[in-house]
Nanobody, 122 residues
Framework: QVQLVESGGGLVQAGGSLRLSCAAS????????MGWYRQAPGKQRELVAI???????NYADFVKGRFTISRDNNKNTVYLQMNSLKPEDTAVYYC????????????????WGQGTQVTVSS
């Protein structure tokens, strides 16, 4: 019904920057919120940042001042600009979307992307 496709991950040196993108497609009526989570090896998945359809944002403390989340509603796309990257930011980053889907009724579902690897070398 709905697909979330991430792009923009890669290898970067500490102090560098990356920009992640996540595009949603499918039977979308509206998107209530989109966000980014990450999971490092041996650790649980954790919230990085989230943005609502009213452009309210929330960030994990460990990225405040370094990462910026934004969205383009016309493209159903969310971005994560990551600056001043640290080795501890190394993880698989997952896009998450709370999407209202067009079926016989309107109902919200939560979808996940496949993940994109971000590796920060020291």
């Amino acid at each position: 019904q709905v697909q979330l496709v991430e792009s923009g991950g890669g290898l970067v040196q500490a102090g560098g920057s990356l920009r992640l993108s996540c595009a949603a497609s499918g039977s979308i009526f509206s998107i209530n919120a989109m966000g980014w989570y990450r999971q490092a090896p041996g650790k649980q998945r954790e919230l990085v940042a989230i943005i609502t359809n009213g452009d309210k944002t929330n960030y994990a403390d460990f990225v405040k001042g370094r990462f910026t989340i934004s969205r383009d509603n016309n493209k159903n796309t969310v971005y994560l600009q990551m600056n001043s990257l640290k080795p501890e930011d190394t993880a698989v980053y997952y896009c998450n979307g709370r999407v209202v889907v067009v079926t016989t009724t309107l109902r919200e579902y939560t979808y996940w992307g496949q993940g994109t690897q971000v590796t920060v070398s020291s």
